[in-house]
């Protein structure tokens, strides 16, 4: 589980006779395997007597963690000190997860010895290894009795000093020295009142820029009071023996204790936050107080942060790729390159995949940034209205949002300074032709280049494999310098395995199955059948960091479960065979919860929604945790939820009147609306909250949270095209393993795969079944996995080719830009000329490669007929994607303006022009949407049958929306509806309101692209200009659109919001027609008032 920097630094720890260093990082991995998978098994149950093969195992990591801890301590100069103190952590805090701690327990520091958690902790920092010092230092706990006040102080000082809480330590009241009826209790209290002092003083040097002379403000330094407890810990005695021999009296404790001090000393000041130096054309005393600020919670660098910032990562005019791994401190590195542009008063739009790490980024920024005067919005949908005078600050949101807003206001994006890309392997182009996210995401990084040419570029992922070649070709982007940073160190670790199950019992399982088949008429294997064929799991788990060799000693095979489990059959198309299958849910579900029972986080990964919400149900059955009591903020989330869905009844989850919910367990996938979503990860953060997680793969996309057993449950997916499963990318299955173990919370996690294929294993001849070998060839590479391609490429072929009818060719053509005035291909070759495809063509010495695609594609777009007084709208079609004729349509059906004196009136002008060829309905949606919520039966209809159907049941659907009608009511309009979950109204809401909200955009847009190009004064009714918002947020006219957003959205629901509409209405004052949305929200305002003095 240790990574190739990581392995290099344990093998060149001290040699100790008997001690195989190569092989010793596999040896730490089997131990910690071996501990985790007992508590599985025994479900967290303490023995009297526990497993003796357990017993050995921590009995060999004390050994080894105290001999290499006496060689840090003995021998703090040499070397490889640092190795040894990662060796002995390691081994330390192996056997700290396999001991039983009773309620109640306290660390000790007493005059003969120290607590194994409080050596750990330091010996990590020691190590530089701070992830880990912080995981281990919460196991610290300080006595409450007063008689112990100097050793609870300097307990509790370790511990934050070791947690990066650093200004709790410097703001310690240092308590009096206490006088026990024994000198020596009196004497060893002295010396730990003297460390006190000292890691007070040391925890003062981290927060400080630099080191200051005692006579001008500065402290002592901290090694001279751990210098001092050191010599006064020995003391030469009289020959009181009388034999001549040289007697010492020793205080062992404050004596060991002020040698691991002394090698923290040595180098922790110097990977302190705040000693960074000042970037250049950054204000030196805005930089000290951003350090500052964002040292109170983390005030250590990691050693690639440290190599980052010494290559220039954070001067003016430098872009990186990233690509370390996950875990690897990626999120600090852009927050320190974001507040360097924020700094330079430059604005900063930050890219991320999903909704839900959109919302996570932008309340980790703004958190960062609370005490400075910078507007932090977490999505462009955050605005009152769609048109955004400029920028924030800083903007968190989606490649398509961002690209849609690049459509409107291009230059809105002039004075960016930084644009971060997280998760950027979204540009890899995607098997599913029907998926425009690659392309969306590509055309947005172009665009954003092509308005901000001084922005710098940080790209983010830790599943790049290409990073070099990335950074080159950012480099060239930008034409300027951009590091390729990915150091495969990591500061987490995770031990991966696979269920497998025991050969001689699958080969029973199988004869029963023949024997049945033969006997038995039945289609498929009948419950009498497959009540019989259990078995029990075994987990074989790798003991390097990657599935690399096939080598048996590599591998350990220990038990998950005490008792079988029912598997499950199949049956094959022809012959009608029945066959074992691994009952995958049900399998990782009782893992879960045996875990769950060992009190440890588990995040299991399944293949849809269906399959969520049938793993939670089934975990209730196992569950016998008490409930958990939800916090005033997790019962306002689950307030909004049931309100916005028209009953706590149709909410993923259940809570009682006094606020406690008894699942167990929480699902998190797609179709969670916002509220929801934020509930489960909040139920799951705690750490008295819930112990399982049953994720889709939205969440393996960088979200963090604290999980430390991983468990994958099937290494394929259903492809309902093709009617079969289909394996998963390597890129998947890496990244869903990658959540296990979260740096300073969990640092070592395990992943478990339960393949999609039953695996046997024959441990007597050291045979596996051949499936093993698919999933080998996945684990056996690192993170960095996938190289990261243009997703234009094949498009760009298609095209030169001429066999582009397809719709995504399409809708790439009609978003890229018309010929210039003068009829030239100026702008449009300058953006291709930038994409990555592009860049390999130059790479490779093939000029003319792109040469006659960037023609075809030329010649493409300029197929699209324009009349000359028609340029505006070829400019609009470039920007939006939908066809000139379309838009010229809309333009006319909106014309005059001021006619339109209600939201319903305006709606009702976009269904007629829907309704007179429904096949428009896939040009201003996206056609994904619209065939996930209708189905695999309507995907296989023709574009007339889909539209025809679609058309009234989505128009009704809206109607309802934007009515201020709750889920359940738009789950009516659904023909045969969801009445448990609304689940099609859930995907309405989530991935189609979106969509139409563009397309009600589309007015306005028009509008002011039409007098931007006659050099007029646009004259915009506040009906059209407000009418995407409208859309968005759910109501039917400006009016209720104010009263949305003025009353706190998130804290209210649409629903809400629309029940206080309907009061105040009869209260608003007058308006005029093209009002701006500023005098709305103030007739909301004053509606409010005086609604107020008339309703007291």
């Known amino acids: 589980m240790f990574d190739p920097i990581t392995s290099a630094i344990i093998a060149s720890a001290p040699a100790l006779s008997g001690l195989d260093l190569d092989d010793l990082p596999k040896r730490l991995t089997q131990a910690f395997s071996e501990i985790v998978a007992a508590r599985i098994e025994l479900r967290g149950q303490k023995r009297d007597e526990p497993p003796e093969a357990l017993v050995r195992t921590i009995?060999?990591?004390?050994?080894?963690?105290?001999?290499?801890?006496?060689?840090?301590?003995?021998?703090?100069?040499?070397?490889?000190?640092?190795?040894?103190?990662?060796?002995?952590?390691?081994?330390?805090?192996?056997?700290?997860?396999?001991?039983?701690?009773?309620?109640?327990?306290?660390?000790?520091?007493?005059?003969a010895s120290l607590s194994a958690e409080v050596c750990a902790s330091l010996l990590f920092l020691i190590a530089e290894a701070h992830a880990d010092a912080a995981e281990c230092a919460k196991r610290i706990s300080a006595p409450t009795d007063p008689d112990r006040a100097v050793e609870a102080a300097l307990l509790n000082a370790i511990r934050w000093l070791c947690l990066g809480r650093v200004h709790l330590i410097a703001a310690i009241t240092v308590p009096e020295l206490p006088i026990y009826a024994e000198s020596g209790d009196t004497a060893v209290s002295a010396l730990y009142l003297e460390l006190l002092r000292g890691v007070k003083n040391?925890?003062?040097?981290?927060?400080?820029?630099?080191?200051?002379?005692?006579?001008?403000?500065?402290?002592?330094?901290?090694?001279?009071?751990?210098?001092?407890?050191?010599?006064?810990?020995?003391?030469?005695?009289d020959d009181i023996f009388g034999t001549g021999d040289p007697v010492f009296s020793l205080f062992p404790g404050p004596l060991h204790l002020a040698n691991l001090l002394l090698a923290v000393d040595r180098d922790l000041v110097g990977s302190a936050l705040s000693r960074i130096p000042t970037p250049d054309q950054v204000p030196d005393q805005d930089w000290w107080r951003i350090v500052k600020r964002m040292s109170g919670g983390r005030p250590f660098l990691w050693r690639n942060h440290m190599a980052a910032?010494?290559?220039?990562?954070?001067?003016?005019?430098?872009?990186?790729?990233?690509?370390?791994?996950?875990?690897?401190?990626?999120?600090?590195?852009?927050?320190?390159?974001?507040?360097?542009?924020?700094?330079?008063?430059?604005?900063v739009v930050f890219l991320a995949p999903t909704h839900a790490l959109v919302d996570q980024t932008a309340r980790s920024l703004q958190k960062t940034f609370k005490t400075f005067d910078f507007e932090i919005l977490g999505d462009v949908a955050d605005d009152s209205s769609d048109g955004l005078i400029e920028l924030p600050e800083a903007i968190v949101t989606t490649p398509e949002r961002c690209l849609m807003l690049l459509t409107t206001q291009p230059e809105a994006f002039k004075d960016l300074g930084l644009v971060v890309f997280?998760?950027?392997?979204?540009?890899?182009?995607?098997?599913?032709?029907?998926?425009r996210r690659s392309i969306d995401a590509m055309l947005a990084l172009l665009n954003l280049s092509l308005v901000a040419p001084n922005a710098d570029l940080l790209l983010l992922s830790a599943m790049m494999k290409n990073t070099e070649e990335i950074a080159s070709w950012v480099g060239d982007l930008t034409g300027r310098n951009c590091l390729a940073l990915n150091l495969a160190w990591k500061p987490t670790r995770q031990v991966r395995g696979t269920v497998v199950y025991a050969a001689k019992r699958i080969n029973e399982l199988n004869e029963t199955l023949t024997d049945a088949r033969a006997s038995l008429s039945n289609v498929n294997a009948p419950k009498a059948v497959t009540d019989t064929l259990t078995a029990r799991p075994f987990g074989f788990f790798g003991l390097l960091q990657t599935w690399a060799t096939r080598d048996r000693r590599d591998y350990a095979l220990l038990?998950?479960?005490?008792?079988?489990?029912?598997?499950?059959?199949?049956?094959?198309?022809?012959?009608?065979?029945?066959?074992?299958?691994?009952?995958?849910?049900?399998?990782?579900?009782?893992?879960?919860?045996?875990?769950?029972?060992?009190?440890?986080?588990?995040?299991?990964?399944?293949?849809?929604?269906?399959?969520?919400?049938?793993?939670?149900?089934?975990?209730?059955?196992?569950?016998?945790?008490?409930?958990?009591?939800?916090?005033?903020?997790?019962?306002?989330?689950?307030?909004?939820?049931?309100?916005?869905m028209g009953g706590a009844g149709f909410c993923y989850i259940s809570v009682d009147e006094h606020g406690n919910y008894s699942g167990g367990a929480a699902g998190h996938h797609s179709l969670l609306l916002r509220e929801e979503r934020l509930l489960h990860e909040s139920l799951f953060r705690r750490a008295d909250g819930l112990k399982v997680l049953f994720a889709t793969s939205t969440l393996a996309q960088g979200m963090n949270l604290p999980s430390e057993l991983v468990i994958i449950a099937g290494d394929s997916r259903f492809d309902p095209e093709k009617e079969k499963l289909a394996q998963l990318e390597a890129h998947e299955l890496l990244n869903a393993a990658g959540r296990a173990g979260r740096a300073g919370e969990n640092s070592q996690g395990m992943v478990l795969v339960v393949p999609s294929k039953v695996v046997e294993f024959d441990e007597e001849k050291g045979l596996i079944n051949a499936h093993w070998m698919t999933l080998q060839s996945i684990?056996?590479?690192s993170d960095q996995c996938l190289e990261i391609d243009d997703p234009t490429t094949v498009l760009l072929d298609r095209i030169q080719a001429g066999t582009w009818g397809d719709a995504m060719s399409t809708y790439f053509v009609s978003r890229l830009p018309p010929a210039d005035e003068d009829g030239s291909d100026g702008t449009l070759r300058n953006v291709l000329n930038k994409s990555l495809a592009a860049f390999k063509a130059r790479q490779r010495g093939d000029e003319q490669w792109m040469e006659d695609r960037?023609?075809?594609?030329?010649?493409?777009?300029?197929?699209?007929?324009?009349?000359?007084?028609?340029?505006?709208?070829?400019?609009?079609?470039?920007?939006?994607?939908?066809?000139?004729?379309?838009?010229?349509?809309?333009?006319?059906?909106?014309?005059?303006?001021?006619?339109?004196?209600?939201?319903?009136?305006?709606?009702?002008t976009l269904l007629k022009w829907l309704l007179a060829d429904p096949r428009r309905l896939f040009e201003v949606m996206r056609p994904e949407n619209v065939d996930d919520f209708f189905g695999v039966a309507f995907g296989k209809l023709n574009i007339e049958e889909k539209a025809g159907y679609a058309l009234p049941i989505i128009w009704d659907c809206l109607d309802a929306w934007m009515s201020g009608a709750p889920l359940k009511d738009i789950e009516a309009k659904y023909p045969n509806g969801d009445s448990v979950r609304c689940k099609h109204a859930r995907h309405f809401v989530l991935r189609m309101v979106p969509d139409l909200a563009f397309f009600a955009g589309l007015p306005a847009r028009l509008s002011a692209a039409r007098h931007s190009d006659k050099g007029e004064e646009e004259a915009l009714s506040i009906v059209l200009s407000t009418l995407g918002a409208a859309v968005r947020e759910g109501c039917d006219s400006p009016e209720a659109l104010a009263v949305r957003i003025i009353?706190?959205?998130?804290?209210?629901?649409?629903?809400?919001?629309?029940?206080?509409?309907?009061?105040?209405?009869?209260?608003?004052?007058?308006?005029?027609?093209?009002?701006?949305?500023?005098?709305?929200?103030?007739?909301?305002?004053?509606?409010?008032?005086?609604?107020?003095?008339?309703?007291?």
Not at 310 to 315: K, T
Not at 328 to 341: D, R
Not at 425 to 434: F, G, I, N, T, W
Not at 1051 to 1069: G, I, N, Q
Request: proline share 4%; glycine share 6%.
């Open 59 to 111: 009995r060999e990591m004390q050994r080894l963690a105290s001999a290499h801890e006496s060689y840090v301590a003995l021998l703090p100069d040499r070397d490889n000190r640092s190795a040894a103190a990662f060796v002995a952590a390691s081994a330390h805090q192996v056997c700290l997860s396999g001991t039983y701690k009773p309620d109640g327990y306290v660390s000790y520091l007493d005059g």
């Open 202 to 237: 040391l925890a003062l040097r981290i927060q400080r820029r630099t080191d200051l002379p005692l006579e001008v403000g500065g402290v002592e330094l901290s090694a001279n009071f751990f210098n001092r407890v050191k010599q006064l810990s020995i003391g030469q005695l």
């Open 309 to 347: 910032i010494d290559s220039g990562y954070l001067n003016k005019g430098v872009s990186a790729a990233i690509s370390f791994p996950t875990g690897g401190g990626k999120s600090t590195l852009s927050e320190l390159k974001i507040a360097t542009a924020l700094l330079r008063e430059e604005k």
């Open 422 to 435: 997280d998760e950027c392997h979204l540009l890899h182009p995607r098997d599913a032709e029907k998926s």
């Open 559 to 644: 038990p998950l479960l005490a008792d079988e489990h029912a598997l499950s059959t199949g049956t094959t198309k022809r012959r009608k065979t029945w066959y074992l299958t691994p009952n995958g849910n049900h399998t990782s579900t009782l893992i879960a919860a045996a875990a769950a029972e060992a009190d440890l986080k588990t995040l299991v990964f399944v293949q849809s929604v269906v399959l969520a919400e049938s793993a939670v149900r089934e975990f209730r059955e196992w569950d016998s945790r008490a409930p958990v009591t939800l916090t005033e903020a997790e019962l306002d989330h689950y307030r909004i939820a049931s309100e916005e």
């Open 779 to 781: 684990f056996s590479q």
């Open 854 to 908: 960037i023609s075809a594609v030329f010649s493409a777009r300029n197929q699209i007929p324009v009349a000359a007084e028609d340029g505006w709208l070829d400019r609009v079609s470039g920007l939006t994607g939908v066809g000139i004729e379309s838009l010229r349509q809309i333009a006319a059906a909106f014309e005059p303006v001021e006619t339109f004196e209600s939201t319903d009136a305006a709606i009702a």
């Open 1047 to 1096: 009353s706190a959205r998130r804290t209210t629901s649409r629903v809400a919001a629309r029940t206080e509409f309907d009061l105040l209405k009869a209260y608003f004052p007058a308006g005029s027609w093209n009002e701006t949305f500023e005098k709305t929200q103030e007739r909301a305002r004053n509606a409010k008032l005086i609604r107020a003095f008339v309703v007291p």
